[in-house]
Every structure is written in C-alpha cells, then in structure tokens.
C-alpha cells in the first residue's frame, strides 16, 4: 500500500487508487485520523471526530467492492463546520452553553454526502456562533474549543469562522471540508490559508439543520485544495430541500455541476474586472497569467463598502433564526432559544465569555414586531447597494476580481457566488494571498470553470509544510 501525500492528495487521484484496490478507504480514513493525532493537539482544527470512521469506511469499502462507487467521493474522508448537523455527533457552534446540544438527524447536505459514500471523520472548529456571539474575539477562538492556529503562520489569524475546516484542508486532514459563510467565513479562511474556498450563490445549497446566524446571508460551501475538489464537493450537496424554500430555484445548476467540463481554454476570451486595491500583496502575477491564457482584464473600482445596514440585518435576524434551528432539535435539546444560551453564558461567565457576548445582547434586545419595518428597509436598501454597486463594477463583463477576499462581503449581501483560489505568497514573510472571483447569481458552474482555468494558468499553492517547516520539525 502506498499512500499519497495526504498534503497534497486530490479526490481524483485518491478514487483512481480507491479504484484500482491499491488502497481501501479504511487504509484512507486511518492515514487521516493518524494525521489528526499527530498534528492537532498544535493546531487545533478538531472539535470531535466520528467513532465509527472507520465501520463507515469499511461498508464503503464493501459497496465498492460490490455495487461500485456511488459517485466520485465514495469513501473520501471529509470533515464539517461543528455547526453542521451530523447525527450522533453535537452540534455545538463553539459554545459551552451547546456541548451536549445533539441533533437526531444530519442536515440535508451531510446525508447528501453519506448517500454519494463519502465518510464522515468528524466536525471542525470555528468561531464561536459562526463568529456572531462578539466583538474584538480573535477569529478561530471559541470558549468550547479553544483557538484554532493558522498552520502557515501562527502568529496571523486563520480567519473567519471556517477556521477549522481551513486549517484541516491544508494539513490534509481529509481531502473535503464544508465550511459556512454569512460574510467572508469561507473564502476569508480559504485566502489566509492557501486553499479554494467557494460560497455558492445563496439558495444553491439546502441551510436546513445548520446553526444559522442570518438566513438572508447564510449557505455553506466547500474548502478544499483544488477547484476540482470544491466542484465535486459542491455538486454532492447542491439542489433543492423543501425545508429550505430559497432553495427551490436551485435544480438547474445542481444538474450543470454534476457535468461539469473543465478545461483550461476556458480563459479565452473570458472578461474580467479587477477591482483595483493598494494591497501590498497585490497578485500581479496571477493577474498575468490570466491575461496570458486569453482572458480580457479591465480596471475598476468599487465605492466604499458600509456594514451598519448589514450588521443591523444580522442583529435582527439573528435571534428567530436560533430559536427555529433550537426548536427543531426536540424536547431534549440542552437550549430552547438564543436567550437560553445568553442566560448560560451569564451564569458561566468565567468560562463562557472571555469576550463579552455583544452580538447575543444586540439581537436579544430587538422588538421583533416594533422594528419589523425599519428592518425590512435596511435590508433592501443594503442589499440594493451590493447588488448596484456589484452590477456598476462588473458593468459589461463576466467575473469581478479582488486582492485576497476583499469582495467577500459584497458577495455575501447581494447572495452572489464567490471563490477564493491560492494566488502568491509575500515575499517578506510567505504569507498566502489569493485572489477572489465573483459572478453573478447561479452562474457557479461557469465560475468554477473559470477558477479552475486560473487554477492551471497559475498552479502556485504551496503546502504549510514547504511555506512554515519550523513549527512541523518536531510534531
């Protein structure tokens, strides 16, 4: 048996092995778990792994053997957001208050996956509450899990609140991981941390069984190493639940993703605007090679991106959001509402909050019915401002570019698909640096093509390994 670099490992390599029987998924999953052991303690990326990884690679290995593969990732090891509900496992969101919160069912996009044989490892850390419960509290900490650590520089955030899902990508702790974004919790962690991360265009994927901060913002998403990892990733857990009416529009691209072409010819002819920054880090060099491989680039500028409108939408949100994601956990469920966890908190205070809870006290004290209108106007002037401004930049082209993930957050308001792919790494310190592409809505096929053409226009990702090899010399 010879395993791949499980750094650099991609689902299409690990299914040709899987295929050929020149390794099983339990000799998969194992290698991983090995993996896990041997490096987490540091960085921290593990909230809780599946005892029974195993029993399921091995049935997946017998459905291979005697069925054959369901799909592209039968038997890949993947890893969840610990806000992501995996039955038997909590569903914790970071917080103490949520240790012992267990779902009876997985969300909709985790049976996806278990039903394509992918094998559930476990569930990753995060900002606590998806990174709503404060201010000032580092990105990667919660008072459940600790603080996760950028494995390509420790001493720089890892950010978002996908933090873990990022760190476990690039230390090769499982080929897919599924990260969640309400403004830049996916592709921020995916541009620190040298990896793809993609937030579809909201409504694509089901947010049914995931502890949610705003439903007019919130979807998961992929975070892989490769843009082909993140299309097949995606594929298996887009399309339609009828518990997730946003969703309903949503079959079309789920079937163009499922026969998805990549080819790096993809980039001829392809016009984009790159939104211009004084970025230090500025990826010149990528930005190059895609005018080399045929693309059309042009100059633009974005007006100043304001979040009071935002941030009020997700105070306002935030509370009835929590409080139906709790109530559909059962009578058993540790809280029943947001201010149960509040109240938790208070009373665990030395343990639970560290920072404060500002968002949690924020969003408690709204007047639902009182403020009802004043909220439905932010929100569609907030989201008329991304959606213009967007348009105003992109004007004739197809693809909006920008420095790192710095267009996260007009992405995000405005529900349109975004992806980060590795661009460079500084100079002075060989911190990542991507490069961000954004399209307009349920155009995700088209935008992973054009990711993937940059992917091989410009193949620059490095591992943690190579880019930070003092802090592996003696784990």
Partial sequence: MSLPDLATATVAGLRTLLDSGEITS????????????????VFGAIRCLAPDALEQAEESDRVRREEGARSPIEGIPMLVKDNIDVAGLPTTGGALALEHSMPMLDAPIVAK?????AVVLGKTNLSELANFLTEDMPSGYSSL???VLNAYDTAITPSGSSSGSGVAAALGYAPLTVGTETDGSITSPADYQS?????????????????PIAPSQDTAGPMTRTVADAAVLLAAIAGP??????????GGVAEALQNLVFDVRHLRGA?????????ADFPHAALAALRQAGASLVDVEMPESGHEDELAVLHYEFAPAVDRYLAGLGQDSPMRTLADIQAFNLEHAEVALKFRQVHVDTALAIDHVAQRPAYEQTRARDLAFATESLLAALGGNEFLAFTGASGCSWAARAGW???VIPAAYAENNRRPKGLMLVARPWNDARLLQIAY???????????????????????
């Fill in 26 to 41: 339990r000799d998969l999953v194992s290698a991983h778990l090995d993996r896990i052991s041997r490096y987490d303690a």
């Fill in 113 to 117: 996956l278990r039903a394509a044989g």
């Fill in 145 to 147: 899990g600790g603080q």
């Fill in 195 to 211: 990896l793809v991360g993609m937030k579809p265009t909201l409504g694509l994927v089901s947010r049914t069984g995931i502890l």
């Fill in 241 to 250: 639940d009828v518990a997730d009416p946003v969703t309903a529009a949503s």
């Fill in 271 to 279: 016009r984009i605007a790159v939104v211009q920054s004084d970025d």
């Fill in 417 to 419: 698909p975004s992806i």
């Fill in 453 to 475: 053409a940059a992917e091989q226009a410009h193949p620059v990702r490095r591992t943690p390994f190579q880019v930070n090899p003092a802090i592996f010399r003696n784990l």
